[in-house]
């Protein structure tokens, strides 16, 4: 998720964040690129053939799937510009032009349709996305800063969020920034990311490194997301550290309700949302501007209400150029509306009475959906596919409609879910037209968590075309091939390392616990199937 960087709490970042964008396009070696945000990985059906149109019109005619749920375009031309960014505003997909790089939002991706998890994090989403849109300030954010929302389940929770958000069972939420957690009610989680968010520019601009992320800020600046939640109007309480998750609350195997889905971390409320400050209409300031020394008080949300679809439409893959070709439009004629104020009155404290199953005990995190049909009788179905090395055809993409709920959610592990089928027997039909059509189906598949970097002939510093040379091999754990030591879209956790190093030659390691193990074998194959079945072996490199 980190494009290969290491954390710069001993450096300076000395230039502006270069992060493509989808009207900022640039330079690659097979044309121009497009990176387009997708909160919560969500698309609606229109939106979709947008993208597919985009592709094939304006594109090489593919769509790469990044490492945070995002979409790609490559071999755009470079007076396409114009014409790409009117056919997504068109489709809805850029509510704010000014903030088009800022809407890193992460959520659960199954939530809301297999019954397992504490609230509907896509709606969590779509107000996030909603406020970020509606501050001037929050332009100041990164492209790579990034919102993690996990509904309790725990499959993004480990992400690598700057704010992490995570549903607990009776209605409460974590808040997660660098060390420090908070509980607070699940309905202001939104709003909470946002005060969090402004809290870590006033830190990083304090600190003077130009810190893009939270693991950048150097050693002795810290978020201070007490005071920042307090200036927002927002009750919370703390979680001591041997009450704060590793991962996230664990989520029982079993639907919402049923017996063995008890209470994780059981939090009673003694009154309804916090109110916060009427000063929070000087929350914007020009774009361009730093963010205000301290968080602005951020509004109450407005009711969230219709289907879980997108508002409008971890560092992550593919490339990053260095130039950028186009600068962002100018401001939108309608730009989004401000929040609404709070309804007054005084908040309660939260009080956490004692629970059987406390939160401290630091369950491990889920794993991704695996592809198959999820949900039941009950709340319906819905597919999940992957697409080996996170690549797609216009074609491939097409085959993913029509989508019965009305939408598709992109996953962080380059996959989808399409929701909204009635019944079983339609959605094992669609599972296997999507395997007819080069999906990953099989959740047996050696291809699934297999990644790889754009590599040759795409990008300049890579030493092999990594796409065509990867080998599945065979084991649990996930594997990465890369082009150059930068590693671009590189997994988080323990996972086996495929690293060009030129003349079609690869080093082969297994990345696990902050430690590194080369693995050596008589051929790729062999030598990547070693590393994804163990965790420590010797030796060095492997040829094709």
Known sequence: MNQGESPIRDRIRDRGDACPGALRLHRADDGALARLRLPAGLLTARQALALADAAERLADGNLSVTSRGNIELRGLGESCGGELSALLADAGLLPSEHHERVRNIVASPSAGLDRLGHADVQLWARELDRLLCGQDWTTALSGRFLFVLDDGRGDVAGLGGDVTLIAESGGTAQIRVGAGVRRLPGPDAPRAALAAAGAFLAAAREAGNGAWRVTELPAGRSVDLAEALAAAGLTTEPVTPDASLSGCASVARTPAGSASAASVASVVFGASAPSAASAASAASVAPGVSAPSVPVPVPAPAPVSGPTVPVSGPAEQASEPATPISDPAPAPTNPP????????????????????????????????????????????????????????????????????????????????????????????????????????????????????????????????????????????????????????????????????????????????????????????????????????????????
């Open 337 to 544: 509306l401000a929040p609404t104020d709070p309804a007054p009155g005084p908040a309660e404290p939260i009080s956490a009475p004692p629970d059987p199953t406390p939160a401290h005990r630091a369950p491990a995190t889920a794993a991704p959906p695996a592809p198959g049909v999820i949900g039941d009788a009950g709340s319906g179905y819905a597919v999940v596919v992957s697409a080996r090395l996170g690549r797609v055809s216009a074609a491939q993409w097409r085959a993913l409609l029509p989508a019965p709920g009305g939408e598709i959610r992109v996953t962080p592990w380059r996959g989808f879910v399409v929701p909204g089928f009635a019944d079983e027997a339609a959605a094992r039909e669609r599972l296997r037209a999507l395997a007819d059509a080069g999906f990953l189906t099989d959740p047996r598949s050696p291809w699934l968590g297999v990644g790889a970097c754009t590599g040759r002939p795409g990008c300049a510093k890579s030493l092999a075309d990594v796409r065509a040379d990867a080998v599945p091999g065979a084991g649990g754990l996930p594997v990465h091939w890369s082009g150059c030591e930068r590693r671009c879209g590189h997994p988080r956790g323990d996972w086996v390392d495929v690293l060009a190093t030129g003349e079609g030659r690869y080093e082969v390691s297994v990345r696990t616990g902050g430690t590194t193990a080369p693995v050596s074998g008589k051929t790729l194959t062999e030598t990547v199937t070693t590393a994804r079945t163990t965790s420590a072996t010797t030796t060095t490199t492997a040829t094709r």
